[in-house]
């Protein structure tokens, strides 16, 4: 038991003070930031801010400002459309917007040099017409914009779909419409998150071993500890790594991510205008009741992201977190151990190719019908797949997050006491090949010869 | 009194047989030459003895108890095919080495920075493996074998690789280790060696052992009554006249009137023959040729190998 503890600390000591792991953690998570931020920072910064000449001549358009979008500014002139068109050419000004006056449709025209930033034709449009619909609103039904959309968004936030699901017993229960989805994210993300953390330790596993076969150093090792305790103690200690990293992704992630919320809170909140118009309600607030059809043509934001929070409370995620460990650990060390062993059976890289084959299958078979699963999380597929050991890390998790109308708690169960038995064996395996390949050199392995070697006494 | 007896071993991997109802044993305080061409068997009976697999058939003893994994620190152990960790730094790469032998840190550290200073390695206590020539690495393999001070000593061909400097170090070092009692398992091709340190030899040829013995005896056994006379004369000399048909002259060679004349005789006749010789020439020298264990070891396996085809 102390040799392996030697090896162990040896394994992880000697991975962690490397350079590539100190590079692969540190931008592991920058990586992950840039993944998830760019987007974000893309559409809020991205926007060039674009200075429009407004000759409003209908008087319609007096306040296209607006104090959600300060992409682009607008300035009213007095001058002409023929001098505004000469301080175009000569780059005065960026861009002119001409509204003439029209008793029948209200309309203008763009006038620019060079075209503009992505979607300006639409946004300028777009402030055209809440600009309209605000004079409509004051001048028809003498209420502001930023009032009514308080009151509609206070009169909707109360409605909810509900979704009534039976099963073959009669039984129903109930759920939120929005909540597959998020269910069907977090199981995504679970799953991936397992099957590259397998590969990428595993793959780390391998590497070690073939590293001490090649170098012939388990030769010297082997005369003084078993072959098993040698397997054992790299495959703990890579976990060890393995779990380092991922503690400090975790750390870092979180921290990253405080600190850019900080830093640049517009990134996250979609709107905050709201709540500081929310102050000064109009007085005729409660007597104002806006017609239905009005109501259908306002979307809010806000309640997707009331029913997310809600999808997400209905989450089981004390489960969730200990199965994703638990399912992490053991399809780690199930596939761990395999990995090993082709490592300890062959002599160079070239030649596990055609072991890993086999081994990677299961894990990309689960991933690739992971869709099937997700949509029928209840259905034989999904059943099967999350039973077998090799595949159950992913189909397992991308299941649970649907709660108990898609997995029932003996299924957890028995997947739970397959995976053991799945890792047990696996590990016996493993060590078979293992003592006997460590100490081969020089001959091409077959599957016979691996069938032998598992026969073998010792 | 052995300290390590392998009773009848068989080993076979599929149809392959390793070996073949195999005995060794080696005395105490010995240095025993375990021979054999490649593939015959020695790694699989060294790896047996060393606890790393086990055999199909046949029991091995140390100190006269059954081998199990806890004599496995009592032996120490230089395989064939030896390596280190490349990235790893040479003084911890010996600690780590040191401590799966059972050994404390600081007693590991202590023993370690002994030999280093011996070996005259200490400066490259904090280089990694990668930096060191074949021969430094040579040492510190060499190093933490003998780090835990075993009883007994498996060689696996500890002299390959290294220059001719360093292979008197080495085998200075083996002696120095049977000198203070340890009895040693010297497994090589080089025959020179194996006449310079062993007291035993067994050989091994195809999984079946062919020979064994104290190597004078053996010697002995396969000697061929070979006398080699050096002898001066003035005048020309005629051996063939001198002599009779009981001596057959095999070669006679003369630098202006220096002789050398190599002649095989019958059993327990040199007497007649130096009667012969005295009357007519000056003897310088007169001595026994025995064959070589090159010599035996090739006319053995080709023997047995004649004999199987």
New interface residues.
């Given amino acids: 038991m102390n040799?392996i503890l030697?090896?162990i600390r040896?394994e992880y000591f000697?991975a962690v003070k490397?350079k590539s792991f100190i590079i692969m953690t540190i931008l592991g998570p920058l990586l992950m930031a840039i993944l998830v931020l760019t987007p974000a920072l893309l559409v809020k910064y991205a926007k060039d801010d674009t200075t429009i000449t407004v000759l409003d001549e209908s008087h319609l358009f007096s306040n296209l400002n607006s104090p959600n979008d300060k992409s682009i500014h607008y300035v009213y002139s007095n001058k002409s459309l023929s001098e505004l068109k000469n301080d175009l050419l000569s780059k005065e000004i960026e861009a002119l917007l001409y509204i003439p006056y029209n008793s029948v449709t209200p309309g203008g025209m763009l006038y620019t040099t060079s075209s503009l930033g992505r979607g300006v034709t639409s946004n300028v449009l777009a402030s055209m017409k809440r600009n309209l619909s605000n004079e409509i609103l004051l001048n028809e039904f003498n209420i502001s914009q930023d009032s009514l959309n308080i009151y509609i968004e206070n009169q909707t936030n109360k409605i909810m779909l509900g979704q009534t699901f039976i099963n073959k017993n009669g039984e129903e229960s109930h759920k939120e419409s929005y909540h597959k989805d998020v269910q069907l994210a977090i199981g995504f993300i679970s799953g991936i998150l397992i099957y590259i953390f397998i590969f990428m330790y595993c793959s780390m596993v391998l590497r070690n071993v073939l590293?001490?076969k090649?170098?012939?150093?388990v030769?010297?090792?082997?005369?003084?500890?078993?072959?098993i305790q040698l397997m054992i103690g790299k495959i703990v200690g890579v976990a060890f790594i393995g779990l380092t990293q991922l503690l400090i992704w975790i750390v870092s992630l979180v921290i990253l991510l405080g600190v850019v919320q900080v830093s640049f809170p517009t990134v996250f909140s979609n709107d905050n205008t709201n709540i500081a118009v929310t102050e000064n309600l109009p007085d005729d607030y409660y007597q104002y009741k806006p017609s239905n059809s009005q109501i259908a043509e306002i979307q809010d934001s806000n309640i997707m992201d009331n029913e997310f929070v809600a999808a997400l409370a209905n989450i089981n995620f004390t489960q969730l977190i200990l199965m994703f460990l638990f399912f992490f650990i053991t399809g780690y060390f199930l596939y761990a151990s395999l990995y090993a062993a082709i490592g300890g059976a062959v002599d160079n890289n070239a030649d596990t190719q055609q072991f890993m084959l086999p081994i990677t299958l299961p894990l990309l078979l689960a991933f690739i019908v992971s869709q099937y699963i997700a949509e029928n999380p209840g259905g034989s597929i999904a059943f099967w797949f999350s039973i077998i050991p090799l595949t159950s890390p992913i189909a397992m998790l991308i299941r649970l997050p649907f709660g108990i109308e898609a997995v029932q708690s003996w299924e957890i169960i028995l997947s739970c006491s397959l995976m053991l038995i799945g890792c047990m064996v696996a590990v016996w395996i493993a060590a078979k090949i293992y003592r006997t390949g460590i100490?081969m050199?020089g001959k091409k392995i077959t599957y016979k010869d691996l069938w032998?070697w598992i026969k073998y006494?010792? | 009194m052995n300290i390590i007896e392998a009773h009848n071993i068989s080993k076979n991997y599929g149809n392959f047989t390793a070996l073949d109802n195999v005995s060794i044993s080696v005395k105490k305080g010995h240095i025993l030459g375990l021979l054999g061409p490649n593939g015959a068997g020695k790694t699989t009976l060294i790896r047996i003895m060393n606890h790393i697999i086990a055999p199909d058939k046949g029991e091995v003893f140390f100190s006269g108890e059954k081998l199990t994994q806890k004599h496995v620190y009592q032996i120490g152990y230089l395989p064939e095919e030896r390596g280190l960790y490349k990235k790893m730094k040479v003084g911890e790469q010996a600690i780590y080495l040191a401590r799966l032998k059972g050994i404390h840190r600081n007693e590991a550290i202590k023993r370690l920075r002994y030999w280093f200073d011996k070996f005259a390695i200490t400066p490259w206590w904090n280089r990694k493996v990668e930096e060191l020539s074949k021969g430094m690495q040579q040492k510190v393999q060499f190093i933490v074998t003998v780090i835990h001070e075993p009883a007994f000593y498996i060689f696996d061909e500890p002299f390959s690789g290294f220059d001719p400097i360093n292979v008197n170090l080495l085998k200075n070092e083996i002696l120095d280790l049977k000198k203070q009692g340890a009895s040693i398992i010297f497994s090589t091709h080089n025959m020179a060696s194996v006449e310079e340190l062993c007291d035993d030899i067994v050989l091994i040829n195809k999984a079946e052992k062919i020979l064994e013995g104290n190597i004078k005896t053996i010697k002995n056994q396969f000697k061929e009554n070979l006398f080699q006379v050096q002898f001066q004369s003035a005048n020309p000399v005629d051996l063939t006249g001198l002599l009779t048909e009981n001596f057959d002259i095999q070669s006679i060679e003369n630098n202006e009137d220096e002789y050398t004349a190599l002649i095989k005789i019958q059993a327990n006749t040199q007497n007649d023959l130096l009667n012969a010789l005295i009357p007519h020439v000056n003897i310088k020298s007169f001595q026994e040729i025995f064959p070589s264990m090159n010599d035996i070891f090739i006319s053995q396996v080709n023997k047995i190998n004649l004999k199987n085809n």
């Avoid at chain 1, 090649?214 to 150093?217: A, E, K, V």
């Avoid at chain 1, 030769?219 to 072959?227: A, G």
């Fill in positions: 040799k030697i090896i040896r000697e490397k590293e001490e090649t170098n012939r150093i030769e010297i090792i082997t005369s003084s500890v078993k072959p100490l050199y032998k006494n010792q």
